[in-house]
């Protein structure tokens, strides 16, 4: 949960990519080609203190509510667009992947061709 987080590079994280490794961290709900919009958008945090809250884009806010050791998923998160309840919208998938971007735990699963996350 760093504060300084890298924009997936375009070059690799088309569409399709960003699909497949949403999928293949069990994000079906977010796995359509498209539905993260890119290039991502920026995911700041509100806080150097508190790292479970980011901008994502100018305007929407998310919030990380799960174990720190499950970061960014299979917790809870929440955003503004949906008010009450888990949130399960672009701005969360896209700062789950842009976590996973920065993660190097995460980061050979955009190495991986789109069609190899779905085998695996």
Do not use: K
């Not at 896209?94 to 050979?108: G, K, S, T």
Request: net charge negative.
């Amino acid at each position: 949960m760093g504060l300084v987080l890298q924009q997936p590079d375009t070059e690799i994280v088309g569409p399709a990519r960003a699909a497949a490794v949403l999928r293949r961290l069990g994000l079906r709900w977010a796995a359509e080609p498209g539905f993260v919009p890119t290039p991502a958008p920026p995911v700041v945090p509100l806080s150097t203190r508190h790292t479970r809250d980011w901008w994502v884009g100018s305007e929407t806010v998310v919030s990380y509510h799960g174990e720190d050791d499950e970061f960014p998923v299979p917790g809870r998160w929440t955003c503004d667009c949906t008010p009450q309840g888990e949130a399960r919208c672009p701005h969360v998938a896209a700062a789950i992947l842009v976590h996973a971007w920065n993660r190097d735990d995460l980061r050979p699963l955009f190495e991986q061709p789109a069609w190899a996350l779905d085998v695996q």
